[in-house]
Nanobody, 123 residues
Framework: QVQLVESGGGLVQAGGSLRLSCTAS????????SGWLRQAPGKEREFVAA????????AYSDSVRGRFTISRDIAKNTVYLQMNSLKPEDTAVYYC????????????????WGQGTQVTVSA
């Protein structure tokens, strides 16, 4: 079993930056890929970014490409999401997730989830 703990959410003004962190514990050798998803009020959960556990490949949704960067610290079993040029429409609960696919980009590909961290972007 894999446990994921997120941190780094908060309130920021539009145009600002935040960095989310997600630390994995437990059966981390079962993880092949990890990512971030988000869910805004009244909307479905959506894919944001993913990275292979080895850190060599990344994927982004069109809405965040060029503004967000996903990265990984292998020694710390930690995945980061650097969010720049934030917009009010980025407001959501952000979830870290992990799975057994190399570069998971669909919700169904993630088998382990964190508790979520709130990101609020004010206009």
């Amino acid at each position: 079993q894999v446990q994921l703990v997120e941190s780094g959410g908060g309130l920021v003004q539009a145009g600002g930056s935040l960095r989310l962190s997600c630390t994995a514990s437990g059966r981390t050798n079962s993880i092949y890929g990890s990512g971030w998803l988000r869910q805004a009020p009244g909307k479905e959960r959506e894919f944001v970014a993913a990275i292979t556990w080895g850190g060599g490949s990344t994927a982004y949704s069109d809405s965040v490409r060029g503004r967000f960067t996903i990265s990984r610290d292998i020694a710390k079993n930690t995945v980061y999401l650097q969010m720049n040029s934030l917009k009010p429409e980025d407001t959501a609960v952000y979830y870290c997730a992990a799975g057994t696919q190399m570069l998971p980009t669909h919700i169904s590909a993630f088998g382990s989830w964190g508790q979520g961290t709130q990101v609020t972007v004010s206009a």
